[in-house]
Every structure is written in C-alpha cells, then in structure tokens.
C-alpha cells in the first residue's frame, strides 16, 4: 500500500524506474547469448508481458495519429540504442557502458533548451560539465592507448546516449498525445515494435535466436519483464511531467548503480580515479 502511494510520485517513479533499469546490464552480461539477441529477448518478453496485462486487465489501446508517429520513431530510436549498448557492454564491461550511454542527460539538456525553450536551473547548468569531467576521469584521458576494442566500446557508448535522448524525447510526445495515465500501452507496442527490428538485424547478422538453456531463458525473462517492463513503464510515465534536463539528472542514478554491481557480481577492478569520477557524476 504503502509502495503504491509513493508510485503516484512522478520523481519517485523516475528514482525507482532507474533502480530497475540499473540492473539491465546484469541480466545480459549472464545470459549466454549473443548481444543482438538478448536485446531483442528483452523487448519481446517485456512487449509480451505488458501486451498479457492490457488484454486481461480488459484495457483498450486507441492513439491518435501523432502518438503512433511519435512511438514508432521511439522505437526506431530504442532500436539503435540496444544494438550500440549491447557490444558497448562487450568491449567495456556493463557499468561502463552504461554510465556512457547516460551522457544522455547533455542531450536531453540541449533540447530542452532548444526544442522545449526550457530555462535550465544554475544547479543543473553547474552539474552537466561536473558530469563531464566525472565521466572522463572513468573512461581514462590517455586515448590513444587503449585497446582497439576499447575505445569502439566508448564510442558505441556514446552512440547509445545519443539514440536514448532521442527515443526519450519521442516517447515524451507520445505521451503528450496519449490520455492514458501509465503508459503500458505505448511501451508495449514500442517494445514489440523493436523486437521486430533487432530479430531481424539478428537474422541478418547470422545470429542465432535460440536460447541455450532454461536458466538463460530465465535470466532474460527477468531482463524482459523487470528491467524493461517495469523500469522503462515508471519512467515514460513522468516523462511529460518533469523537464527534460531534470529527467537526465535523474537517470545518472542508473549508471552509478551498474558501476557497483558490476564491481559487486563481476569483481570489476575500479582504481581511485575512476571511483572519484563516479562519485563526480553522481
């Protein structure tokens, strides 16, 4: 009961929603499959289990025309975002790769200002470059000696902040343009959306869609229904009630909790500087 009051808090469903999401790259960093196919199993599983709810539940899906525009082009947008984000994680470790991809909050910034005409508050505006020498400090500055493979991890990463600022920013028009309060049904047809997509890019790639075994199919279960489901639904659902900027802010709980997980279950070796710069970021 208690739960369900703090839920009708749109900046605790932002806190909460991120916790979820937080544990995404968990779930793929165990699951044996490959990067495309485990975020398409997590679209599909979360799109089902939404889809399951709806038509039990007895709800109706009905949008305008702007609202299908707007969560056709989020689902592109998420689309790009799981495909760099999955091998960003590959290259360099899921905390990583997910504190890169929440640059987003430079670009959510930039277009709240730009699109929205939103006036960013002097703490934010002190935040974004604290932000930016955090994540440096993470990633190293002495570029040209990391590894090949290292730095197509970084910039896969940043690749992933660029797409999920514009999948965000799409899924806040849908919003705009949906009279529903909880947006089960936008996330759902999104995520079936993209299990489209990134089934196909999998067939293209040549990868395999099976899942080898009964715990892998378990963990992406997980992936789909409490990291995807439950984490992208509580978020989406503030989306057009907060400004864009704080929305960013509010997702850098997300990375800074995936660097401690990924130091808790994969024993992460993190040095100092890199500990402050997560700490410069939160």
Known sequence: M???????NVHFRLFFGAVMISFSPVFVNIANVAPTTSGFYRVLFGGIALTFFIFFSGKKISFNQSAWVAIFCSAIFF?????????????????????L????????MAAGVL?????????????V????IGLFMVVGIDWSNL???YQLGIVFGILTAISYSGYMLCMRQARIHSTYSIPMREIAIMSLFVSIFLGSTAIFEGKSLLIPT??????????????????LVLIASSLARVPTTEVGLALLLQPSLSFLWDILFFNRSTSLVEALGVLIVL
């Open 2 to 8: 208690r739960l369900m009051i703090l839920l009708q």
């Open 79 to 99: 689309s790009f975002d799981l495909w760099f984000w999955h091998r960003s994680i590959l290259y360099v470790g899921p905390g990583l790769a997910t504190l």
């Open 101 to 108: 991809a929440n640059m987003q909050v430079f670009f959510m």
């Open 115 to 127: 699109l929205f005409k939103q006036k960013p508050s002097v703490r934010q505006i002190i935040s």
């Open 129 to 132: 470059p604290l932000a930016i």
């Open 147 to 149: 590894p090949q493979n």
């Open 214 to 231: 009964v715990i892998d199919f378990s963990w992406l279960l997980a992936y789909g229904v409490l990291s995807h489901a439950v984490g």
